[in-house]
């Protein structure tokens, strides 16, 4: 009945042309959803991996969505722990409820200081499906359902990433997010600067004041699990050399960080000093296990050059970038799109992701695996037997 209602009213609203009254009538129906959902026994025990297309498919709030075309997303966890695979699985529902003309409701907790509370819970769709049945039809064939990583094997569960009215909105939501989440922050004086250096090339006293907020290239590598992970691995260093113009005079590299004695260590104190000595002239730092919101703007901000490791955290973040390049490896979704972003570019090789089984236990392999990385030939070349 509630359906059969709103559409007698939509037809009126078509009818008078008056279109942000059908707006607003439409914001409040999906409202009213929204807390209706929320009263549902055990609705918060969902999870960024446990919900989303798979409830849409089976049309699981249909008992108060009736036949509205309406994509419900329930979660009760915030993005901050495995931040790329939970930012990554929520972006292919909002794409999956534009490409099939579903109304998008999102119901999560939204703490200010969090991007979850930067992203919008109701995204009324501009041209809905006539109804709940060609809206799930449309999905079941460009959405697909039939892995929760939709970023990995290709393209098989991510199709919806390719419609490019999808993918804008997908990239305009998540600058503004992350902009919108940086500004509340600095506002409250919360927004931490950079400040877990593990090296720098400047030198003498230096106040935290000297690094800028945002750098000019940035470069992110994933070390830990990406050595023998095999839809990760470690970039080469030539090519991150490359991939970074001559004029450049600030450089951050962020890392996950390690202790000392891990061979991640070695490979980023490498990395910093390769750098370092191609671009003397520049301010580079790298920076191990900082705050991940800083570090996103840095990402959607640094305005020459992003430079991404195998990684869903650089690599859904960079989706929210309006100016300068993106240099990533073709890792996820089948290194196939540019997501409409003419400064997408694609390394030209896989990430290496077999090495000596001694690589992390030995000094010769600690040697063999730097020596690679810092040589392309020798990287792209025949590996050492394992």
């Known amino acids: 009945m509630r359906a059969l209602l709103f559409y007698a009213v939509l037809v009126q609203y078509i009818e008078s042309r008056d279109e942000s009254k059908y707006n607003s009538s439409l914001i409040l129906l999906l409202k009213q959803y929204l807390a209706r959902i929320e009263m549902l026994d ?6 960024f991996l ?25 979660v009760n966890e915030l993005l901050e722990t495995s931040f790329g695979n939970r930012l990554g699985s929520l972006l292919n529902d909002y794409a999956c409820a534009q490409v099939s003309g579903s109304h998008f409701i999102l119901i999560a907790p939204q703490p200010a ?25 449309i999905a079941r064939k460009i959405c697909r359902n039939k892995t929760p990583f939709e970023w990995e094997g290709g393209l098989g569960g991510s199709n919806a990433f390719l419609n490019p009215e999808a993918i804008r909105f997908v990239r305009q939501l998540v600058h503004d997010g992350i902009a919108n989440l ?12 950079p400040s877990n250096v593990i090296y720098t090339s400047l030198v003498g006293e230096s106040p935290m004041e ?48 390690t202790h000392k004695e891990h061979l991640c260590s070695h490979i980023i104190r490498a990395l910093f000093e390769d750098v370092s000595e191609a671009f003397p002239n520049s301010l580079v730092v790298a920076f191990g296990k900082e705050n991940i919101y800083p570090t996103i703007y840095n990402f959607i901000e640094t305005n020459i050059t992003l430079i991404c490791s195998s990684s869903t955290f650089c690599m859904h ?11 990533i ?23 290496r992701t077999s090495w000596p ?19 392309l030939t020798k990287y792209l070349g025949k590996k050492r037997r394992l």
């Open 113 to 137: 200081e969090s991007l979850l509370g930067h992203l919008p819970h109701i995204v009324p769709h501009q041209s809905p499906a006539p109804n709940i049945n060609e809206a799930v039809g």
């Open 210 to 257: 000297s690094y800028p907020v945002v750098s000019e290239v940035t470069v992110h590598y994933r070390c830990s699990d990406n050595i023998r992970h095999p839809n990760m691995g470690l970039l080469p260093f030539p090519a991150i050399i490359a991939a970074i113009p001559p004029e450049t005079k600030t450089i951050y590299i962020h890392t996950e960080g």
């Open 182 to 193: 940086t500004q509340h922050l600095m506002s409250i004086a919360r927004f931490p600067r």
């Open 357 to 375: 089984a001694d690589a992390t236990k030995s000094v010769e392999g600690r040697r063999y695996v730097l020596e690679t990385l810092r040589n």
């Open 317 to 327: 973040a960079a989706l929210g970038k309006v100016k300068g390049k993106v240099f």
């Open 329 to 351: 490896p073709p890792s996820y979704y089948g290194g196939k799109t540019t997501f409409s972003y003419e400064e997408w570019h694609y390394f030209g090789f896989k990430t």
């Open 50 to 74: 446990s919900d989303g297309k798979e409830c849409f498919l089976s049309k699981c709030y249909v008992n108060i969505t009736e036949d509205l075309p309406v994509y419900v997303r329930v």
């Open 42 to 47: 055990g609705i918060h025990e969902r999870t």
